[in-house]
């Protein structure tokens, strides 16, 4: 089985993010190693905007618990918005929409 060099990379840099310890430096080191093994980079700036964005939240609250919550609540309405989406989509190949 051929493993792609890329993603072993990748998996390394993973590691080098969770064992930084600190969380801000993490979410700015995830951005740089996200960055450099993206193929296709159209959603990126959206992405480092949010982890700015939210690192900006941990900086100013001081805890971890509430902006985690937030951040939950933000994933789970945007599945909830795409599985809402997914189902319309369906509905109209089969014509009942």
């Given at each position: 089985?051929?493993?792609d060099r890329k993603f072993l990379l990748l998996?390394?840099?993973e590691?080098?993010?969770?064992?930084?310890?600190?969380l801000l430096v993490a979410l700015i080191l995830q951005m740089i190693v996200l960055a450099a093994f993206l193929g296709d980079r159209r959603g990126y700036p959206t992405f480092a905007g949010a982890i700015v964005l939210f690192a900006a939240i941990l900086l100013a609250?001081?805890?971890?618990?509430l902006p985690l919550l937030g951040l939950a609540a933000a994933l789970g309405g945007?599945?909830?918005i795409l599985t809402l989406r997914d189902y319309r989509l369906a509905q109209w190949a089969r014509g009942e929409a």
């Open positions: 089985m051929a493993v998996c390394a840099a590691v080098l993010v969770v064992t930084v310890g600190d609250s001081g805890q971890l618990l945007g599945l909830l």
